[in-house]
Structure formats: structure tokens, C-alpha cells
């Protein structure tokens, strides 16, 4: 197995809907940015044992690395345009793996319409590391950011919340809920669902906005920061899946699971209390659920309150450690 | 040492530069692309024991990192934009080789003129493996590529080749010249001079380009391939330093190092005989030497011949295995 072959075989076909990545064979790739557009550059890293266990079925390793980054777009309100991809490869990593890493990259493009469009095939002397850079478009001034939130904003996320720290629980053999329960969480794990669509409709309508990845109330906490504001979360509003609540009477720390759990990559976003009835109308279009789960307060400080009003302490609130992404 | 502070105290300063960057608080970067340019997007990744040994200084390794990818960016004629940088260290890693990392990256920002514009940092449970993904920016349609080459074009590289072959002889204590050789050798291999001003310079003149990195003969190969034609190349007159040519009778294979070694970074590429005074000129302006090493010929042989003609043959052509880039 060479590596030129490797990419011939494998990476080149999921080139092909794209001129300007010349079927892999140039330095770089060209790309032409339309008039009028933006374009919104993200770029994640992930490495065996730590991000992944190792034993996944290499094509759920692609998709969670292609959508984590298809979730970082959404939370800017960009289209994605592309994505460049470096793979490098330990001395066991043999050509099946890289067959089925490269199917499970097929099918997602084919799902949210985005192309391979360079990258590097490398071999490392240490563990499996993938790094993928995702580009999308998004109209000039109209990127989503963290800075936005005002006070009186409601706090809405999309989905549900926490499914994949069970999923994770599942994955690890420390949790389990019945057959169903298990694989609905270990599925929201696997394979997370960028919320591209409800992304692009939030232009303009949102204040602000960020996909949960380190946990719900540290990435409410980067919105507060950029913003300058405060926040309160309503324990008893954070929307949960059947599959969550059949599984939270068994896990040792609820909130924490739920509101730090984290890897959700659901969209976390403000708007003002008058587009109330705008955002439930653009998130059905965009075919999800979206819920209020809170508001913005003046101060710093950002809190989960239950429904009477008291503050549930968190012993940690995100995934803190040295691990996640920028 | 915690993510975040990593962050803010080595990198959000390397992105002072650029507004769309947000200090690398928010979950992506915005660029604007000037109207009537292209973006041009590489991507190279990069692992110790493999790329380097481990045991450089790290403003060197963080240099070559960025330069190799400049490279890329001159073969196609673009002007560096921007860079995204995925960082996956093992716990081994302390803050003291971040800093000196940070501060060769800054060295080389202020010399290419070019920003941090975001990235990742993650742990990794093997070996030190960086990727780099550079952007740069050339005018719609006028982007150099691998193929355009045209028989009797002449066959020309900037610089002088075979030095960073050399030097990693020297820095594997396997070649001793002089001190004074040495050092030059060793410099060549562990920084090289990405001709960014070439490459932009070359635009509409050159008809097919390439960068020397895998090796003088394979990457000719490329633009051969590419381009559907043959190519010669005579020996004598491949451009060495004055450190190579005494280096040269020390060395067991002689032509494989210099035509075949690799890691050069110089630019490979082909243009009309009409054109050779114009080049002269331009490489006059853009401070850097070139050579006319041969002539682009029918078939699709590439061949390395001397100067009566006779046929060198390489036991090798170029860095073939498993590492490079595509």
C-alpha cells in the first residue's frame, strides 16, 4: 500500500464534484469564493485514546470528525463548502480500514452536499491522528458569533441535551438502560447531527450562538464571556430524550451528565424574546426542535437554577481537560 | 497547563493580525476573499519520528512546518494569506517547548507577512504530530499548476538542490564535511526558503510548476505525468552549493542524493525559450537564483542524462514511501 495509490483509490473519488481540487494531484487546491461571501475556516484534531477508543468502526470515526467540524460551521450560520483532511497513519493501520474510513466519509458528504478537496496521507510512529479542515460560505458581516447576547435574551438549544455523555456511559460499559435506550444513546455519540440547516436560518435572527461540545453550560459560559453578560439555565427546561430520562435515575451525577456531559453538537443560541415565535417556525423548517431553556442576566455569572428558582452547583461544569478544541 | 491559557498565552497573540481570527474565541474563523482572487488551500501534517526526530528546537520545527506549507503556496503562485495550526501533544510536552514553538512561529509570521488565524490543541496519546493547513490568495484563474508543461519548454529550479539531503546526512552523523559545510547543509535541511516571491512572480510566465519536496526527478515525474509529456534533465547542470560540491565525493550515491534526495522546497518549473531572459529578470527581482536544468521532450520518460548525453540511471527516484505529502 503506497500512498499515492491510497489516494488514487480512495480520496481522489471523494474529490471528483470539486474543479478546484484538481483530483488531488496538484500542491493546493483552488477554490473560487463567490462575490458577496465569507468564508468560515474551522479545523479539528483528534487521536486515538483520546478523542476515539480505537475499535470504533472506522467509518463512524470519519463521520464524527467530519460532522464535529459541520457543527462548528453551523454554529457560524455558514453553508459548508469543503474540507481538507490529514490522516496519519501507524505501520497496523492496513487498507481495509482506510476502504471502509473512506465510505463513511462518502456517505456524509453525500449527505450535507460537501467535498473533499485536499489534504495529507502520512505515516506516524505513534497512534492513529486525524486533523480535517472544514470550509463554509457564509454571507459577507452575517456570521453567527459568541459575542452577540443582550440582556433579556432567551437561551434556546436545538435537540436534546446529554444523550451522548450516556451514549458515552453506554459505550464504556458503565451504563445500562434497556436495548432501545442504549443504541439511541450510543448512535447520538457516534454520529453527531450538525445542525447546518438551522445554522444558516439563525442569520440574523440570533445574537449569538455556539455548538455544544465541552458541555452546556461551559459553552453558555464562552457566550457570557464574549458577550459580557450573564445567564440562567432552568434545570427542568433542558430538553431531554426518552432515552435520557429512562436513563438518568441510574447515573450517579444527573446534572452533571447533562448540562457538563458535553459532544452533544446541538446548536446553543440567544435571541430576543420577540423573535420567539420566528425561531420555532425557521427550527421546524429546518425539520428540529429547538427549546428555551433560560435567559440572559446582567453580571458574570452563569447559573443552573432549578424551577423554584434555587442554584444546582455543578461539580464541574465541561469537558475542562486538555483535550477538546479551540 | 490548561488548554485555554495555552491558547491565550502563546497563540491568540499570533492572531493579532487578523480581525476574522477573534483572537481564537470563537468557533471558526471569517476571511473575505478580495474580489477577483482565488483562495489556494493546502494542507500537510506532520509527525515526529517520521518528519522530524524529535529532539530539534522547537521554533525549527514549527518553522519548517509553516515553510514546507509556503511552499506549496509558491509552487502555485499564491501570496500567503493565513494559517491553521492543529496541535497534538503528548503528555510529555511542557509549556516551555510551547513557548519556543510559538515564538519560531512568530519569527517566520513577521518574515512571510502572514497570521494565525485559528487551530486546535489536544492531547495525544502517542507521538508529537502537528498539522498545518495554509491559505493563500492569487488572482482568478491564475493559479500555476502541474500541468501546462509544453515540449521544448526549458526545465528550470530556483536555488540550489540536494542541500537538505545532505544536511540530514549531516544531522544523522553520517556525513562530515567541514564545519563551515556542515552548518550550511544542516541549516538548508532544517529551514528551508520557500520562494513565495518567485512563485507569484511566475504567474502567467511559467507553464506548469511544482515544489521540490519529495525529490528534483519525482517531482518532474509530477509535472510530467500531469502535463502528459517527457523530460530530461542533464546533470552538470543542476545547481549546487559550494558545501554540496565538496560534500559530493564523500557521499556513496551521489545522484540519488542530489536528484532524488529530496526536502529541497525549491520551485521546479518549465517555460517557453522565449521566455528566458523575462525569468532572469524576474528571479533578479525576487532575490533568488535560477537554473535552467533541461528541456521538456515528447513521450513520458523523464530522464536524467550527462552532458554527452548517456543516461544516469537512479536506483530511486525520489522520497517514494509512505510519508509525504500529496
Known amino acids: 500500500m503506497n500512498e499515492l495509490d491510497l489516494i488514487k483509490n480512495y480520496f481522489a473519488p471523494l474529490s471528483t464534484g470539486e474543479t478546484g481540487a484538481f483530483g488531488l494531484t496538484d500542491d493546493a487546491a483552488v477554490l473560487a ?70 465510505e463513511g466519509l462518502r456517505s456524509d458528504q453525500e449527505i450535507f452536499g460537501i467535498t473533499l478537496m485536499g489534504g495529507d496521507t502520512t505515516r506516524t510512529r505513534g497512534t492513529l491522528s486525524l486533523s480535517l479542515t472544514a470550509l463554509g460560505l457564509v454571507p459577507r458581516g452575517q456570521a453567527l458569533r459568541r459575542a452577540g447576547a443582550r440582556i433579556g435574551d432567551g437561551i434556546y438549544v436545538s435537540g436534546t441535551i446529554g444523550d451522548a455523555a450516556l451514549g458515552l456511559q453506554v459505550a464504556r460499559c458503565k451504563l445500562q438502560v434497556s436495548k432501545e435506550a442504549d443504541a439511541h444513546l450510543l448512535e447520538r455519540y457516534r454520529v453527531p447531527s450538525p445542525r447546518v440547516e438551522l445554522g444558516q436560518k439563525l442569520r440574523g435572527v440570533a445574537t449569538a450562538s455556539i455548538d455544544v461540545s465541552d458541555g452546556l453550560m461551559q459553552d453558555l459560559g464562552h457566550i457570557a464571556e464574549c458577550s459580557g453578560i450573564g445567564a440562567v439555565v432552568i434545570w427542568e427546561d433542558i430538553p431531554l430524550s426518552d432515552a435520557a430520562k429512562s436513563a438518568l435515575p441510574l447515573v450517579a451525577r444527573p446534572h452533571e451528565t447533562i448540562a457538563a456531559g458535553g459532544d452533544d453538537y446541538e446548536l446553543l443560541f440567544t435571541a430576543p424574546r420577540t423573535m420567539h415565535e420566528k425561531l420555532c417556525s425557521l427550527a421546524k423548517d429546518a425539520g428540529v426542535n429547538i427549546t428555551r431553556i433560560g435567559e440572559i442576566k446582567p453580571g458574570d455569572s452563569v447559573k443552573l437554577v432549578d424551577k423554584t428558582g434555587r442554584e444546582i452547583y455543578l461539580e464541574r461544569v465541561g469537558y475542562n481537560h486538555f483535550s477538546s478544541k479551540r
Chains 1, 2 share one sequence.
Open 33 to 102: 469564493v463567490p462575490e458577496g461571501m465569507e468564508l468560515v475556516v474551522t479545523k479539528d484534531a483528534i487521536s486515538e485514546g483520546v478523542h476515539f477508543i480505537g475499535n470504533e468502526p472506522p467509518a463512524l470515526i470519519a463521520r464524527k470528525l467530519l460532522r464535529t467540524n459541520l457543527s462548528d460551521l453551523a454554529a457560524m450560520g455558514a453553508r459548508p463548502y469543503g474540507y481538507f483532511l490529514a490522516l496519519m497513519l501507524p505501520e497496523k493501520t492496513d487498507e481495509a480500514w482506510i476502504k471502509v474510513f473512506a
